[in-house]
């Protein structure tokens, strides 16, 4: 999983954990205590964070989040002047700790400006991450169940981010909750990635029926050099509210 530049062949981050795989080939970690720290072009410094798979596909960084991230360093004045930045299925916190990070460096921060939200499960998990980056004057970790109130976010929120998001049985809540979350002003950045059974489309139709509309956009550079395939299939859009009524 390591991350090359497209400068040269030197890992963008250096792993801290062992790893194994499971009998299916899949990805697992033995050491969840440790932190890997990421390396993402624009950003002032690395994220370290902490994987722990008992949160399930949560508790892993994927590729989409690294793109997004990248996205973000390589156009920070995309969120330098939001207010209210809601990240939707956080689960490691990397983009919003990443948003810190940029808000932090580039315009200064007078208070929480990013909530990261999940599960409530996942809340110490998240916070840990946070206070370990060193942005909790500018990200804070927020309990979200999609398909439920947001009214103490203050909608609409000025951005939503969302990495992996869209593989659930509950696409339906998840778009309902980011309808009630948006306006036609709001930035909504969505990183997603095409699988064999891409029940993702079903999320697609979802917000389509609601008004949205959606447009593919760049992949930032960094990602050209990552290894053969690693960007298969991942695509960045950028989804609009419809106008208000």
């Given at each position: 999983r390591d991350i090359y530049s497209g400068h040269s062949a030197r890992p963008l981050f250096a792993r801290r954990t062992r790893r194994m795989y499971d009998d299916d080939g899949r990805w697992w970690s033995d050491s969840p205590d440790e932190a890997e720290a990421i390396?993402?072009?624009?950003l002032p410094r690395s994220i370290h964070i902490k994987e722990d798979l008992r949160f399930g596909t949560g508790g892993r960084v994927w590729n989409t989040a690294r793109a997004l991230v990248g996205h973000l360093a390589e156009h920070p004045a995309l969120i330098s002047e939001k207010r209210r930045i809601i990240e939707l299925g956080s689960g490691t916190g990397l983009i919003g700790i990443a948003c810190g990070m940029l808000l932090s460096a580039h315009t200064g921060v007078d208070g929480p400006r990013v909530a990261v939200t999940d599960m409530e499960s996942v809340m110490p998990f998240l916070r840990e991450n946070i206070e370990?980056?060193?942005?909790?004057?500018?990200?804070?970790?927020?309990?979200?169940?999609?398909?439920?109130?947001?009214s103490d976010f203050g909608a609409p929120v000025d951005a939503v981010l969302m990495a992996d998001v869209a593989y659930t049985d509950a696409y339906a809540e998840l778009a309902a909750t980011l309808a009630s979350l948006c306006g036609p002003e709001t930035l909504v950045l969505h990183c997603y990635a095409t699988r064999k059974k891409d029940v993702g489309q079903l999320f697609f139709d979802e917000i389509k029926r609601l008004g949205f509309t959606t447009e593919a956009l760049d992949l930032p550079s960094f990602v050209i050099g990552w290894p053969d395939g690693w960007a298969n299939g991942i695509t960045l859009y950028q989804h609009r509210a419809p106008p208000s009524e």
């Open positions: 390396s993402v072009p624009g370990s980056n060193g942005v909790a004057g500018a990200v804070e970790a927020a309990p979200l169940l999609w398909g439920t109130d947001v």
